[in-house]
């Protein structure tokens, strides 16, 4: 017997050499992706119910807040921001948002649900913690791009988030002699 496995033990096959059939591994093949489509068809699936939760949670936080700008707020789409690093998902993010102040919160649910890496994790954080850390790092470093409200816990886009920095430019530096150099060769 052969065991082909694929993320550890999560889908095994046994293979018996033994069998006649020559056609064996492309059964086995198109098994294997008929099976692939349809998680795929169930994870679609899934991700409009999940989308059609979110709606309605937000409806009712509107409606026991007595309404909410939340309720504006749109969208991110899962995976949109994979491989983006923190400073980076969050300018994206606030652009798309421009206007809107969003509770910090909902900013670290949906840069994880977009697929952005919270960072090294510390001794005893969750992810959405490490991701809160980072993002108030990132807050402190960036004011031309985004501002925080610590009071109301808030995070929006600052005016100048679409001005580019300016270059500088290197002057030369004064102590270094003007003169003529010269090589010796022996």
Do not use: C
């Not at 991700?47 to 969208?75: C, M, N, P, Y």
């Not at 969050?90 to 840069?111: A, H, N, S």
């Not at 490490?130 to 004011?143: C, E, Q």
């Not at 929006?156 to 010269?182: C, F, L, M, N």
């Amino acid at each position: 017997m052969l065991y082909v496995g694929v993320r550890s033990d999560t889908y095994k096959m046994a293979i018996d050499f033994l069998t006649a059939n020559p056609n064996f591994y492309g059964v086995t093949i198109a098994g294997l992706r008929q099976r692939q489509v349809e998680y795929l068809q169930q994870a679609s699936e899934l991700q409009k119910k999940a989308t059609e939760l979110e709606e309605v949670i937000r409806r009712l936080r509107g409606l026991s807040d007595g309404g909410s700008a939340e309720l504006d707020i749109r969208h991110v789409i899962i995976g949109e921001f994979k491989g983006h690093k923190i400073s980076l998902a969050l300018t994206l993010y606030l652009r798309e948002r421009r206007g809107q102040r969003i509770p910090i919160d909902r900013v670290v649910d949906d840069l994880l649900l977009a697929g952005v890496d919270p960072g090294k994790q510390r001794s005893n954080q969750t992810p959405a913690q490490t991701m809160r850390h980072n993002l108030k790092i990132t807050v402190a470093n960036t004011p031309k791009k985004v501002q925080y409200d610590p009071e109301l816990s808030v995070i929006w886009a600052a005016d100048t988030i679409d001005e580019q920095p300016k270059r500088r430019v290197r002057k030369a530096a004064s102590h270094v002699s003007k003169g003529v150099y010269t090589t010796t060769s022996e």
